[in-house]
Structures are given as structure tokens and as C-alpha cells.
């Protein structure tokens, strides 16, 4: 009897054992995911928004209309504006996150109806370097790597974690801003091996082929892609399933903020899609034709200070001749 009892203590012992172990190596192996974090989101929008701002001396001394509320406290590092391409992006320390903040101004009015036009119908037409078969959108790509924001945004991310020992990166963008969140954290930790990276973005567009989203996914996890409603802009460039790689493909994860009807009430919410940056019950469930959409997150504006709706609105007629 007790030889029996003995031998049960054992078998159960070993395969506890394995249990444990199998459990532990599933903790050590497993990827970080992105974890959707609202406080975060409301705050990393402001950035977004504030980086939209023209009036330098404002942004420089952090008093620009939209730099209160919840960024109040950021110490600004640096802004960089890139002329020739019309690019602007801010660089600081966001105590209340906490994490150095990267920020990527959006499309401008001025060029957004030529920029939305070209996304109907660009190419992949530049390969990832050293990612066999990564094909990107060459414009975004260029925008982030072949102008001076590049540089500049290194070298004062580099510094700030120096000061700020143990903070993680935190990169966003809207529209085009967010095009250039992407190729951003994805060259932190690529080619500069920074490891807590984190990216939010608002309305982007696809920038790559399924096998470049795959590398991203893997290299960038911790990152949020935020759609809303019937926003035009993440459908584009299009999406077609029967070119497998040679189309267009989300990273992921999205995070969709739609709209919930009660009778004559309505209120927005949120929902987490899947791991394949294409789901089909998220922003790909509905059309995508609406500007305004486009223009608000979170009850934030996007958008330079200075300008209209009339400046971003289409018409039907202009809109069908895309």
C-alpha cells in the first residue's frame, strides 16, 4: 500500500513538474501584446493634436492652445520642421505617462485632397532593406528616413532616456503623422535596439504588404492603431485579398471607436480587434467615405489651428471622381 501511495506521489510530482515547466517557458517565450489603455490613448491624441500647431514661438514655450488639459506638464525637447516636405514632429518627457513622447504632425489642408487622391492608387514600390519580400508605401518611408526628422528625432530620443532612465518610447501620430509613428518605432528598435517601445496612432493609412505588417508586428507589438467610424483614411491604399502579398496590409492591433444607437440616444465605444490588423468586424465592416470622421478622435480635433472645414470637406461629385 504505502509502495502504491509512493509511486502515485511520484507520477504526480513529475507531471506537475512539467506543468510548471511548460507554463514557466510559455511566460519567458511569450511576445509582449499590445494592451489597449484608454487614459493613454486621451493623452497621446492631445500630442497628436498639438503637433498640428504653426506658431512655433507657442509650441516652443508649450503655451499653444492645445498644449494645456491633459499635457500641460510636457517638457518639450525639441521640435523639428522639415519645410521643403512639410513635416513637423515634437519631441519630449511626458511625466504623467510616464515616457518620452514622439509626435508626427498630420497631412496639412493644403495637400490633403492631392495626398488622398494618390492613395487610391499607389504602388508598393520600395522594398524594406533587409526584410526579404517587405514591400512599403516609398513616400512614407522617405518622409521618416530621407528628411531631417529622422536625425534629429534619434538623437533627442537618445538623449532624454539618459535623463529619464527606465521610461519607455511612446510615438504617435494622426493621418500621414501616424504613417511616420510607424517607420519611427519600428527604426527604434530595429537599428537602435530600444526595447520599450509604444505606439498609438489616429486614422493611418497602410504603409505595407502583409509580409512587412508581419515584421512590424513582430518588432513593434505594443502597438495601438486607433480607427473611427467611417474614417476614409485607414482604408487606403486599398486592401485586395486576392494579391496576397503584393497588396496593402494593416498592422495591427486596431482599436475601432464606433457608434452604439439606443433609440433616439447614441454614444460611442470602443472595440479591441483581432491580431490580423485587417479585421473584417472592425473598420473594414463599414465604408469608408467620411472626412469628418477623419478630423476627430476622441472628441479631439486633428488638424492645423488656423483652418475650416471647407478647407478638408469634399464634395459627393468630388469624392466619386477619386
Known amino acids: 500500500m504505502a ?13 506537475f513538474g512539467l506543468a510548471s515547466t511548460q ?13 489597449y489603455n484608454h487614459t493613454a490613448a486621451l493623452i497621446l491624441v492631445k500630442f497628436a493634436s498639438a503637433a498640428y500647431t504653426d506658431d512655433q514661438a507657442a509650441l516652443q514655450a ?7 488639459g491633459l499635457i500641460q506638464g510636457f517638457q518639450l525637447s525639441e521640435v523639428i520642421v522639415d519645410v521643403p516636405n512639410s513635416l513637423q514632429a515634437i519631441v519630449g518627457i511626458a511625466e504623467n505617462l510616464p515616457a518620452i513622447v514622439v509626435a508626427f504632425r498630420g497631412t496639412q489642408e493644403t495637400s490633403f485632397q492631392n495626398w488622398l487622391a494618390d492613395l487610391y492608387f499607389t504602388q508598393l514600390d520600395f522594398n524594406y532593406p533587409s526584410v526579404k519580400d517587405a514591400m512599403v508605401h516609398h513616400g512614407f518611408y522617405s518622409a521618416y528616413h530621407n528628411t531631417t526628422l529622422q536625425p534629429h528625432i534619434v538623437a533627442a530620443v537618445q538623449s532624454l532616456l539618459q535623463q529619464r532612465n527606465g521610461f519607455s518610447v511612446m510615438v504617435t501620430g494622426h493621418s500621414m503623422g501616424g504613417a511616420l509613428a510607424s517607420f519611427c518605432a519600428l527604426d527604434l528598435v530595429v537599428n537602435y535596439n530600444i526595447q520599450d517601445v509604444q505606439v498609438v496612432t489616429f486614422g493611418q493609412p497602410r504603409i505595407g504588404n502583409p509580409i512587412f505588417a508581419s515584421f512590424y508586428d513582430s518588432s513593434v507589438p505594443k ?3 486607433m480607427t473611427h467610424g467611417h474614417d476614409i483614411i485607414p482604408h487606403l491604399p486599398p486592401y ?6 503584393r497588396t496593402y496590409h494593416h ?11 439606443f433609440g433616439i440616444l447614441t454614444y460611442e465605444t470602443t472595440r479591441v480587434c483581432d491580431e ?32 475650416s472645414d471647407s478647407g478638408w470637406w469634399l464634395s459627393e461629385r468630388q469624392y466619386n471622381s477619386l
Open 3 to 15: 509502495t502504491k501511495w509512493i509511486f502515485w506521489v511520484v507520477i504526480v510530482g513529475v507531471l
Open 23 to 35: 507554463d514557466f517557458n510559455a511566460i519567458i517565450t511569450k511576445k509582449p501584446e499590445a494592451v
Open 62 to 68: 508649450w503655451t499653444c492652445h492645445r498644449c494645456g
Open 223 to 225: 502597438t495601438i492603431r
Open 240 to 245: 485586395y485579398t486576392i494579391l496576397e502579398e
Open 251 to 261: 498592422v495591427a492591433r486596431e482599436v475601432w471607436i464606433y457608434t452604439v444607437d
Open 276 to 307: 490580423t490588423g485587417e479585421d473584417p468586424t472592425c473598420s473594414r465592416s463599414v465604408f469608408g467615405d467620411s472626412i469628418s470622421d477623419h478630423l476627430m478622435y476622441l472628441g479631439t480635433v486633428l488638424r492645423t489651428e488656423h483652418s
